[in-house]
């Protein structure tokens, strides 16, 4: 399991030795000068966000971190019991189903995995590639029978594997401003599977509901604009987002379309570190058809229960080394809590998300 103390200790320590190598380049000379600044890039947790120069790349990788706890049906808290009691099952009615949700799940987490690459085509024009590796786990309450709140049991799913691919043209409009034109190629699986426990006390292995899937299944337009600007003491931006689903996937569905805003304002507080604040909102839509082989009567198996939306604030750190061995490397951290979610039907909400990155031109 994924140790945020571990996570942070580790981030300190790479923290100090970029800060050192900094703090010994910014003695020989003026940090400015290198051509180098934390505030170049738009706090790690934005994709997209800068060009780079003809001929130049740029190798990266992120950790995303997100943990999912408890249960919200739009922006009110309610219970497992709640749940198992009274929210209807929409398979209710073919063999052994019974009127209301029997398994609820109670927490999730997933980690993702990013490589990217980007090639600066031309001053104006930079081309991006991004693979993932995605897994996920979500713990679960099994009650008793076709009713009541007696609980049978607790089980854990877990699910990993590579995910879709995203290409996409950065293509600038003017020296601050460029369009976003984005492709996600469905190259992670939507057939993952998984052992549950079922109301009967049984243990088959199925195949896992919606949000457990690594892939999309679905070719999917990522359009988007994004402004950028900064003087000597700060950087600020914004973008805004879509994922578009082109169709559905062989499995008969497509996940909800997404539209995301986002801002930021980052301060620097030495060339080498930059320190921001960013507020992003996104509304994300329901299942649109539905998998056969996704049956239960559990929130997660309804295409329904699927999407709503939500405004996070997130606070990160960029540091850049402007000099010294790590000279051109980059590092992120940002941290993301939410301050409002309304979700459709009942559905873990976002607790926390983390994300971690390196950076590297040449
Ligand atoms: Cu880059």
């Given amino acids: 399991m994924f140790s945020l103390r571990k996570a942070g200790v580790s981030l300190v320590a790479i923290s100090s030795a970029f800060a050192a190598t900094s703090a ?11 051509g180098i ?16 120069a003809k001929g130049e790349w740029m190798i990266s990788y992120r950790l995303m971190h997100m943990d999912m706890e408890g249960i919200q049906i739009g922006t009110d808290d309610v219970t497992p019991e709640q749940v198992a009691t009274t929210v209807p099952n929409r398979f209710f009615g073919a063999p052994g189903q019974p009127p209301t949700l ?10 993702m995995h990013m490589a990217g690459v980007m090639y600066g085509l031309s001053d104006q024009v930079t081309l991006m590639v991004m693979g993932n590796y995605i897994t996920k786990e ?20 877990r699910t990993s594997d590579f995910g879709d691919t995203k290409v996409a043209a950065l293509i600038g409009i003017t020296e601050n401003v460029h369009l976003n034109a984005g492709v996600s190629i469905p190259t992670g699986t939507v057939t993952e599977g998984a052992e549950i426990l079922t109301p009967m006390g049984m243990r088959p292995t199925v195949r896992t509901p919606y949000p457990m899937q690594i892939g999309s299944g679905t070719w999917d337009l990522e359009p988007g604009i994004t402004y950028r600007d900064q003087n ?17 996937n062989d499995e008969g569905y497509a996940f909800g379309d997404t539209y995301q805003a986002t801002a930021w304002l980052a301060a620097s507080l030495t060339p080498s570190v930059a320190l921001s604040g960013r507020i992003h909102a996104q509304t994300l839509g329901r299942v649109d058809g539905i998998d056969p ?9 309804n295409p329904d229960f699927q999407g709503g939306d939500s405004v996070t604030y997130f606070t990160g750190l960029n540091f850049a080394a402007t000099g010294g061995a790590l000279k051109g490397w980059r590092l992120g951290v940002e941290a993301g809590v939410p301050i409002v979610q309304d979700l459709n039907g009942p559905q873990m909400p976002t607790d926390f998300t983390l994300t971690v990155g390196v950076q590297k031109a040449f």
Avoid: C, K
Wanted: charged share 20%; net charge negative.
């Fill in 24 to 34: 010994y380049a910014d003695e020989g000379h003026d940090g400015a000068s290198s």
């Fill in 37 to 52: 600044n934390a505030l170049d890039h738009a706090p790690i947790g934005v994709m997209g966000d800068h060009r780079h």
């Fill in 102 to 111: 029997r398994i609820v799940p109670t927490s999730m987490r997933m980690d």
């Fill in 138 to 157: 979500m713990d679960h309450i099994t009650f008793q029978g076709g009713m009541g709140d007696t609980r049978l049991g607790t089980f854990r799913t």
């Fill in 232 to 248: 000597e003491d700060y950087g600020w931006g914004a973008q805004v987002r879509g994922t578009i689903r082109l169709g559905d």
């Fill in 293 to 301: 082989n996704i049956v239960g009567p559990v929130q997660t198996a």
